[in-house]
C-alpha cells in the first residue's frame, strides 16, 4: 500500500507516448521521433539525484547520467544484441509527483517487433492505471481493440488520451474523433480527452501560458487530479481487490479441475473395484461348474469301475482262487482296483486343473490390463504419486504374483485334495470294500458302486476348502494392491485440496475484510 502507483503510458507507434510522458514531466527527458524510439521498458521513478540505474537480463545492474538516456532507450541507436541484454531502465528524477505515482513508458505497438507486444501484454496486468495513447489522425485502429479487450479483462483503471490535436485544422475534426472513440471504445475507458503533447511539452519549457491552456492539458491533469492523484489509496485498494477476486477465481478454477480429475480417479478406481468384485464371482462360478464336472466325471469312473470289477474280476475267480488260492484273487482286485481309482483320480484333476488355470490367466491378464491401462496410468500419472511413477516395476511385480498363484493351482489346490484322497485308498478303504462285496453271493453293479462310493472320502468337501484358501490368498492381494494405490490418491488430495482450501478460506476473509471497509 505504501509503494507509489504504477501508471503505464501505452499506445502504437507513432501515437507519441514519449512525448506525452515528456509534457507531463515538464522537460525533454525519453527520446522522441517519428520512427520507433522507446526499445525499453523505461520506469520513472522519485530521486533527489537525476540517474539513471540499467537492470540487465542477468539481474546485475550500473548506474549511468541522465544525458545518457538515448544510448540505452533510442531504437534508433541501439542495435538488438544490447537491447536483448537490458531488462528495464529506472531514470530517477526529482520530482515531487512521481513520489506518488511511477510513470512506465512501454515500448510502441504495431512497429513489427514482436519483443513490444510481449512487453505492453505483460504490464497490462502489472498496472495500476494505464494511459492509451491514441494518434489523432489514426485514433481506434482494430489492432489496438486487441490490447483494449485485455485490458478491459483485467478491470484496470484507463485513460483515453487523443494526442496530436495540434495536426488538426478544425476543432469539429477533433470532436468527431472523440465521439468516435467514446462510442466505440467508450467501454474500455472511463474519460477522453484530447491534447497536443507537443504543445505542452514546449508551452512548460517556454513558459507560454496560452499555448499550454490550447494544448488540452489542463483538462488532462485536472482529470489526473481529481481522478487518479487524490484517490491514490482507493485505486491501490481496488486493485488489490481485483487481483485477490482473480486469485480466488484461479484457486476456485483449479479447486474444480481437482475435483474433476478425483471423480475421474474415483471412478476409475470404482470401475476397478467393482472388476476385482465379479471377477470373484465369475471366479466361484466357473470353479462350481468344473467341479460339478469333476463330480461327474468321477462318478462315470466308479460306475465303469464297477462294471469291471462285475465283468471282469468275478468270473474268474474260481480260476484264479483254483490255481492260487483266494489270497491271490483280492490282491489282483485290489491293486485291479486302485490302480484305475489312481490313474483316473489323476485325470480327472489334471482336468479340474487345465480348466481353472485358463479361466484365471485370461481373467488375470485383464485384470493386468484393467488397472495398469493407458487411461488410468494417464489419470493416475496427473497426481505423481509414488506408486505410478514406478508402475512398470508395479506392472512386473503384479503380473509376476499372478502367474505365480495361477501356476500354484495345483499346489495349493489339487494336490491336498489328491493326495487326501489317495490316503484314503491307501490306508485300507479298498480292503473293507472288498471284504463286504467277497460275501455277497448276488453282486450287481448297482451294488458294487453303492458300496464302493461308502469306502470313498467326499473328495469335493477337501477340494472346495482348498479352493477357497487359495482364493481368499489371490483376492486379498489384489484387495491390499488397490487400496495401496487408492490410499496414495486419497493422501495425495487430500493434501492437494486442503492447501487449496486454507487459501481459499484465506482470501475470502480479506476480501470480506475488504469490502466491508
Not at 489523432?136 to 489492432?143: L, R, Y
Not at 484365471?360 to 491401462?373: D, G, P, V
Request: net charge negative; glycine share 4%.
Amino acid at each position: 500500500m505504501n509503494q507509489p502507483l504504477n501508471i503505464s503510458i501505452m499506445g502504437e507507434f507513432k501515437a507519441g507516448k514519449s512525448t506525452f510522458i515528456n509534457a507531463l514531466l515538464g522537460k525533454k527527458i525519453a527520446p522522441m521521433g517519428v520512427t520507433p524510439t522507446t526499445a525499453t521498458l523505461n520506469f520513472f521513478k522519485y530521486g533527489k539525484e537525476n540517474k539513471i540505474k540499467l537492470i540487465k537480463m542477468d539481474n546485475s545492474f550500473e548506474e549511468l547520467e541522465i544525458k545518457d538516456i538515448s544510448k540505452y532507450t533510442d531504437e534508433r541507436v541501439l542495435d538488438k544484441e544490447k537491447i536483448e541484454s537490458i531488462n528495464y531502465l529506472e531514470i530517477f528524477l526529482d520530482w515531487e509527483k512521481l513520489k506518488e505515482i511511477n510513470i512506465i513508458d512501454t515500448p510502441g505497438l504495431n512497429a513489427g517487433i514482436k519483443r513490444h507486444e510481449d512487453i505492453t501484454h505483460e504490464f497490462i496486468k502489472k498496472s495500476d492505471i494505464i494511459i492509451w495513447v491514441f494518434d489523432v489522425e489514426q485514433a481506434g485502429k482494430q489492432s489496438e481493440k486487441i490490447f483494449f479487450e485485455k485490458i478491459k479483462s483485467y478491470s484496470k483503471h484507463t485513460i483515453a488520451v487523443i494526442n496530436g490535436i495540434d495536426k488538426v485544422d478544425e476543432k469539429e475534426e477533433v470532436d468527431e474523433v472523440i465521439n468516435y472513440i467514446k462510442s466505440s471504445l467508450g467501454s474500455f475507458f472511463d474519460q477522453v480527452i484530447a491534447v497536443s503533447a507537443k504543445k505542452a511539452l514546449y508551452a512548460k519549457i517556454d513558459n507560454i501560458t496560452k499555448n499550454y491552456a490550447e494544448s488540452g492539458f489542463i483538462e488532462l491533469e485536472s482529470c489526473l487530479e481529481n481522478n487518479i492523484y487524490s484517490k491514490i489509496s482507493k485505486i491501490k485498494i481496488d486493485n488489490i481487490f481485483y487481483d485477490m477476486k482473480e486469485l480466488f477465481n484461479e484457486i476456485e478454477t483449479s479447486i474444480n479441475i481437482e475435483k474433476t480429475k478425483n471423480l475421474e480417479i474415483i471412478t476409475k478406481s470404482e470401475l476397478i473395484k467393482n472388476y476385482v468384485l465379479n471377477f470373484e464371482k465369475e471366479l466361484i462360478k466357473t470353479e462350481f461348474i468344473i467341479k460339478s464336472k469333476l463330480k461327474t466325471e468321477l462318478d462315470l469312473l466308479i460306475l465303469k469301475l464297477a462294471k469291471d470289477i462285475k465283468s471282469f474280476i468275478k468270473p474268474t475267480q474260481g480260476i484264479i482262487e483254483s490255481v492260487f488260492g483266494k489270497n491271490k484273487f483280492e490282491n489282483e482286485e485290489k491293486e485291479f482296483t486302485i490302480s484305475k481309482l489312481k490313474t483316473g483320480l489323476k485325470n480327472l484333476f489334471i482336468s479340474y486343473n487345465n480348466d481353472l488355470k485358463t479361466f484365471m490367466e485370461e481373467k488375470s491378464t485383464s485384470l493386468i490390463n484393467t488397472i495398469f491401462a493407458p487411461k488410468t496410468r494417464k489419470i493416475f500419472l496427473q497426481l505423481d504419486n509414488d506408486f505410478f511413477k514406478h508402475d512398470n516395476s508395479n506392472y512386473d511385480f503384479f503380473e509376476f504374483y499372478s502367474i505365480q498363484k495361477n501356476g500354484n493351482i495345483y499346489n495349493e489346490i489339487i494336490n491336498p485334495s489328491y493326495y487326501y484322497y489317495l490316503g484314503f485308498i491307501d490306508s485300507g478303504s479298498i480292503n473293507n470294500f472288498f471284504n463286504v462285496i467277497s460275501n455277497e453271493t448276488d453282486l450287481s453293479e448297482e451294488k458294487i458302486h453303492k458300496t464302493l462310493l461308502k469306502f470313498l472320502p467326499d473328495i469335493f468337501e477337501n477340494l472346495n476348502n482348498s479352493f477357497i484358501i487359495w482364493k481368499k490368498s489371490y483376492f486379498n492381494f489384489i484387495d491390499i494392491f488397490i487400496e495401496n494405490i487408492l490410499k496414495n490418491i486419497n493422501d495425495e488430495f487430500f493434501n492437494i485440496n486442503t492447501e487449496i482450501f486454507d487459501q481459499l478460506i484465506f482470501l475470502k476473509e480479506e476480501i470480506s475484510n475488504l469490502e466491508n471497509n
